[in-house]
């Protein structure tokens, strides 16, 4: 088994409509009961994000997102699958079900 | 010796893609198969011409192939200390039965809709059609160390997102079959359009190998329509090549072509598919019935007797399945025949296709037809600077000069 990321792409933050949210739950149930979920969440806006240095002696800190574009990710799936053919599908229905477009990424050497 | 070269040459058409596929199946690594596949050929330069050819030279390259694979596991596995994962990999081979399968799925693995287009291009020339890197650049005009970028990357990309080596699903197959046959007809056209005019000289080379991935393919799914429309479109186009182009390099419109020049057997082929899909009673997808109006064509041993009506005909079957205006295009033309350029020219007039060379050679064809010079030659100036190919240019400049002054 692999691991996939699903990413939301959005432009506007908690914009889900109550049907969506639904959508997305239940989608979610299907997952598990598949075996194919892992985790999923929802993300606060980018406004809340802090960047984080701790490279340095001291750790530096600034607010906002390290980079300021129209689309971001809204939320995401991981998700666990045998390989692309099975993870495709199961991110045009989580596309599908959340209303938005998504994109696909495998995890490293997972 | 020549002779054995000659063997050698044909030995690599014939089974590369058997060799690569079987060993990507083995080790579950395109890299591998690919380098091993390789390796085990130019050992066969090396030891046929001494040695002689083996009885049976498939096999003989796919053990070669498949020991030399498994010595370089062998030799990884002791410098990185994996030896349990070499064991794993290496099993016994399987037995030849289910090797066909095996370039199905490297065809489908190579044609995965999850790579780029220009990606599956290079990655099936270079390993279903055993093109070296050097030649593919060559035929797509770009720097050798780009198109092995290109080859690198969509490897890669296949082990990291794990795309499968298989055969897709019952389901998934027509929509990833015609996901392959859009990757054998841009290769094909690559090669007989040649927009560029710097790739004349290798397009023969490209479309000559189109039809052989095309044949495999069509020899491992005999019975989908799609693959054998797709095959006989391509050779009854293939036919006309040497009528194509005159002695002068300047384009013969079909009307005008020396028909005594179309290579007959491949008529006959591409003819005898045609016969066997409408005999099918299925219902044809969009290769089929291009192919068939191919065949009105080539049907027709003058260009008088073709058969007009049967090719409106098709082209309104085709326009139920892909109303495009590029199909609208082909369609007004055999109105024109039909109808007359008046009628023609309505169609056509309608169609959003500016910047599309064809469009303006055919408003310009018919505006001359009925008269209208001045208006002829301002499309053919335009076609003429929308044309990226020496001789369809050289025919449109020939054609408008024949206009006479303005």
């Given amino acids: 088994m692999a691991q996939y990321l699903i990413s939301v792409l959005d432009d506007t933050t908690n914009s889900a409509t109550a049907k969506e949210i639904a959508a997305i739950d239940e989608f979610n149930r299907q997952l598990k009961a598949d075996g194919h979920g892992v985790f999923a969440g929802g993300l606060a806006a980018p406004s809340t994000a802090t960047v984080v240095d701790g490279r340095g002696d001291e750790p530096v800190f600034t607010d906002g997102p390290y980079l300021e574009s129209k689309e971001y990710i809204g939320g995401f799936w991981i998700i666990e699958a045998p390989h692309l053919d099975v993870a495709r599908r199961l991110a045009a229905l989580g596309s599908k079900h959340c209303n938005r477009r998504v994109e696909l990424r495998p995890f490293l050497g997972a | 010796m020549t002779d054995v070269q000659e063997v050698i040459t044909r030995v690599h058409r014939a089974e590369w893609a058997r060799v690569v596929a079987t060993l990507a199946r083995r080790f579950g690594d395109l890299d591998l198969a690919e380098e091993m596949a390789a390796e085990a050929f130019a050992t066969a330069v090396a030891h046929w011409p001494v040695a002689g050819v083996p009885p049976n030279p498939g096999g003989w390259l796919t053990t070669t192939a498949h020991r030399k694979a498994i010595d ?52 099936t020339l270079r390993m279903v059609g055993g093109l070296t890197v050097a030649e593919i650049a060559r035929a797509f005009l770009v720097q050798e160390s780009a198109m092995s970028r290109r080859i690198t990357r969509a490897k890669a990309k296949i082990k990291a997102a794990r795309i499968p080596y298989r055969v897709p699903l019952r389901e998934d197959l027509p929509d990833r079959v015609s996901g392959v046959l859009a990757v054998l007809y841009l290769i094909f056209n690559e090669g007989y359009l040649a927009s560029d005019p710097a790739k004349e000289a290798v397009r023969g080379d490209l479309t000559a190998e189109a039809i052989r991935l095309t044949r495999l393919l069509h020899e491992l799914l005999p019975t989908d329509g799609e693959v054998a429309g797709l095959l006989a479109l391509m050779l009854l186009t293939e036919a006309r090549r040497p009528a194509r182009v005159s002695a002068s390099g300047e384009l013969v419109t079909i009307d005008a072509q020396d028909r005594s020049r179309w290579d007959r057997a491949l008529i006959a082929e591409g003819h005898a598919l045609v016969r066997a899909r409408l005999a099918s009673g299925q219902a044809p997808g969009r290769y089929q019935i291009l192919a068939a109006i191919n065949a009105v064509h080539t049907d027709a041993r003058d260009a008088r007797d073709t058969d007009w009506s049967q090719v409106v005909a098709l082209y309104d079957q085709l326009l139920r399945l892909d109303p495009s205006p590029i199909v609208r295009l082909n369609r007004a033309i055999a109105i024109a025949e039909l109808d007359g350029p008046q009628a023609a020219l309505a169609e056509v007039d309608r169609l959003p296709l500016a910047n599309y060379h064809p469009y303006h050679a055919t408003r310009a064809d018919l505006l001359r037809r009925l008269g209208r010079r001045q208006e002829a030659r301002a499309a053919y100036d335009r076609a003429i600077t929308l044309t990226g190919n020496t001789a369809a240019a050289a025919y449109l400049i020939r054609r408008r000069d024949q206009l006479g002054e303005p």
Wanted: glycine share 2%; aromatic share 2%; charged share 35%.
């Fill in chain 2, 72 to 123: 370089r596991l062998r030799r990884e596995a002791k410098r990185e200390e994996k030896h349990q994962e070499a064991l794993m990999l290496s099993h016994p081979p399987e037995p030849r039965g289910v090797i066909d399968d095996d370039r199905l799925r490297l065809i489908f693995t190579c044609c995965h809709p999850a790579l780029a287009m220009e990606a599956r291009v290079a990655l």
